[in-house]
T-cell receptor, first 110, second 115 residues
C-alpha cells in the first residue's frame, strides 16, 4: 500500500525551511527519501531504519517515528538546488514490498 | 561513464508492437528493478530481481515481462504495447552487501510513447 505524502506541493523562498511528511498504515522496516529534478532520475537522499540507524545526505536531516509509522524530511535554509520532487519509499522488511509515495513537489524561488 | 544505463532513451511505437527496454549496470549490484512513472502517481514497481534466478512481480506487472540475462543486465518487455503503457520507465539497482540499507540507484530513464 502506497505511503501518503504531505504536502503535495510547497513553494519557498531561498533560505526558508520546509518539512515533508510521509506516513504508512503498515509497520515499517525502513523509510527512504529520494529527490528527482525535472527531467532527471531520482537520486537517493536518506534511509532511516527502525531502531534509529540512518544513512544519507550530510546536509539533509530526517526523522522516523516508529510508533506512528511516520517520517519527516527537514530542509533547512533551502537553496535553489533543493527544487524538485521528493519521494519517500517504504519497506516492511529488508528488501520486501518496497513502495514509493506519490511525491511532494518543492519549488525554491530566489 | 554512467553506472546504470538504459537503452533506448526514447522510443515511439504503435499499439500491438513488441518492445524491449534494456538496462545494464557496472555497479556490481545483485538487485535490479523496473519502475514506471506517470504524472501524479510516483514510481510504481513493475518487476524486481534479487539475482539471476530470482525474479518477482511488483504491483503492476500485468502486460509486462522481464529477463535477467546476467547479473548486470535486466530487460523489460511489453509483449503487445498499448497506449496506457505510455510512461517514463526507470531501471534501478541496489546492493545486498549494503545491508541493512537498501538504497536504490537509478538509470536515466526511457521515455516510451505508444500510439
Amino acid at each position: 500500500q502506497q505511503p501518503v505524502q504531505s504536502p503535495q506541493a510547497v513553494i519557498l523562498r531561498e533560505g526558508e525551511d520546509a518539512v515533508i511528511n510521509c506516513s504508512s498504515s503498515k509497520a515499517l522496516y525502513s523509510v527512504h527519501w529520494y529527490r528527482q529534478k525535472h527531467g532527471e532520475a531520482p537520486v537517493f537522499l536518506m534511509i532511516l531504519l527502525k531502531g534509529g540507524e540512518q544513512k544519507g545526505h550530510e546536509k539533509i536531516s530526517a526523522s522516523f517515528n516508529e510508533k506512528k509509522q511516520q517520517s519527516s524530511l527537514y530542509l533547512t535554509a533551502s537553496q535553489l538546488s533543493y527544487s524538485g520532487t521528493y519521494f519517500c519509499g517504504t519497506e516492511i522488511a529488508y528488501g520486501q514490498n518496497f513502495v514509493f509515495g506519490p511525491g511532494t513537489r518543492l519549488s525554491v524561488l530566489p | 561513464d554512467a553506472d546504470v544505463t538504459q537503452t533506448p532513451r526514447n522510443r515511439i511505437t504503435k499499439t500491438g508492437k513488441r518492445i524491449m527496454l534494456e538496462c545494464s549496470q557496472t555497479k556490481g549490484h545483485d538487485r535490479m528493478y523496473w519502475y514506471r512513472q506517470d504524472p501524479g502517481l510516483g514510481l510504481r514497481l513493475i518487476y524486481y530481481s534479487f539475482d539471476v534466478k530470482d525474479i518477482n512481480k511488483g504491483e503492476i506487472s500485468d502486460g509486462y515481462s522481464v529477463s535477467r540475462q546476467a547479473q548486470a543486465k535486466f530487460s523489460l518487455s511489453l509483449e503487445s504495447a498499448i497506449p496506457n503503457q505510455t510512461a517514463l520507465y526507470f531501471c534501478a539497482t541496489s546492493d545486498r552487501q549494503g545491508a541493512p540499507y537498501n538504497e536504490q540507484f537509478f538509470g536515466p530513464g526511457t521515455r516510451l510513447t505508444v500510439l
